[in-house]
């Protein structure tokens, strides 16, 4: 999962036609769309020693996976839940704040290019656009190290010098199995960063 940046002179939407016209050129078929949202929790006050910070613990969602839901921390664990998890939620109130404004997920269409999966998302956090994720797995394969060359081979093919570094994820990994809490990880991050980004003002895209 990495983020692309926005093209000069361009806005995110158009990025993304761009982006799904190259793969379009490759051969890719679209299957469909699929959506990942993220919400944002922190410890209640009172808990939280005086002096100390509240930890934030993301709760997500992905339409790859409509059963589950995702609680995580960050530098932390990943926890799989069912889909009530959210009731959950509401009954931990007075442990767990929602952190209403702070809402960000990505929407778009997923791609099948022969054993390859894309999904090329928006990233909106309310009614703004603030950024485009993609996602790219390779089907066949669930120890993320060994098609990792496959995988920057085929990206560079649509993203060219947009390809991204090998993910944090994968190198505590190494030979074991790849989990959809991993891909949940990458999007906690990316969905972080771009937040990050807003906070600090920009002059143009580097």
Known sequence: V??????????????????????????????GTFGVDCETYHTAATLGTQGQTGKLMYVMHNSEYPLSCFAL???????????????????????FQNAKANKIESRGTRYQYCDFLVKLGTVTMGPSARG???????????????CWNLLMEFMQSFMGSHTPGIPSVFGSKHDSTYSPGDTMVQYMELFNKIRKQQQVPVAGIR
Do not use: H, W
Request: a negative charge.
């Open 132 to 146: 485009i994720s993609v996602e790219v797995e390779y089907c066949p394969c669930v120890i993320a190290n060994d």
């Open 73 to 95: 921390f960050e530098n932390g664990p990943c926890l799989v839940a069912d889909a009530n998890f959210d009731t959950l939620m509401v009954k931990l109130k007075g442990f």
């Open 2 to 31: 990495s983020q692309v940046p926005v093209a000069e002179g361009k806005s995110v939407q158009q990025t993304v036609e761009l982006l799904a016209r190259r793969l379009e050129a490759l051969g890719a078929d679209k299957q």
